[in-house]
Structure formats: C-alpha cells, structure tokens
C-alpha cells in the first residue's frame, strides 16, 4: 500500500524558515520522481518543487525560487522541502506527490495527505 506522510507544518513569521518531510512506503522509492505541490485557501493546487529519482535535477515554481530547496534521501524512502525566508503568500496545505520516473510530464498517481503552513505578516 503507498504512502506518503507529511510533517513539519505549522505557523510562522514571515521571514522565518520551515522544513516539510515526507515519508515514503509501499513502492520503489528511487524509481520515482517527487514533487510538492500546495494549495491555498480558495484557491486551485499549484507546483512548487519536483526532483528527480536521483535528485540530479529539481525544477522550481517562479514564486519560489531562490527560496525553497527540495532533497531528497534514498536511503531513507524521504524527500524534504527546506523554506526560507517564507511570505504569507506561502501560507497552503503543502502535499508531496510521487510518479515513475519514466512518467515524464505524466500526473502524479500517489499523493499525500497534506501538511498546513501558514505564515503571519
């Protein structure tokens, strides 16, 4: 059975850092390309990070480049978002997504439950 389990959610200042985790079971971790995605209030679920099976490539939203970083640890099944210098416009349910490697530009069959962010100005 897949799963992926979200932690590291909580309230912050703007300016402050977070890091989101996420636990991966039930396939081939390293055979799979990660991604977070988040989704604000009232609003539709958008990109944010993706990075490839063996982390050789992340691609970023515009909004935040420069201040997110995803990893990811194969030996430990996780991938990880580290954010900086958070906005409120960050403030969304962040959820960690995974597809086959092969699977290029396909949608992401496995999802998790979501972890909320939020940040005050």
């Known amino acids: 059975q897949v799963q992926l389990v979200e932690s590291g959610g909580g309230l912050v200042q703007a300016g402050e850092s977070l890091r989101l985790s996420c636990a991966a079971s039930g396939f081939t971790f390293n055979r799979h390309t990660m991604a977070w995605y988040r989704q604000a209030p009232g609003k539709e679920r958008e990109f944010v990070a993706r990075i490839t099976w063996n982390g050789g490539d992340d691609t970023y939203a515009p909004s935040v480049k420069g201040r997110f970083t995803i990893t990811r640890d194969n030996a430990k099944n996780t991938v990880s978002l580290q954010m900086n210098n958070l906005k409120p416009e960050d403030t969304a349910v962040y959820y960690c997504?995974?597809?086959?490697?092969?699977?290029?530009?396909?949608?992401?069959?496995?999802w998790g439950q979501g972890t909320l962010v939020t940040v005050s100005s």
């Open positions: 997504a995974a597809r086959n490697r092969v699977d290029v530009g396909g949608d992401y069959p496995y």
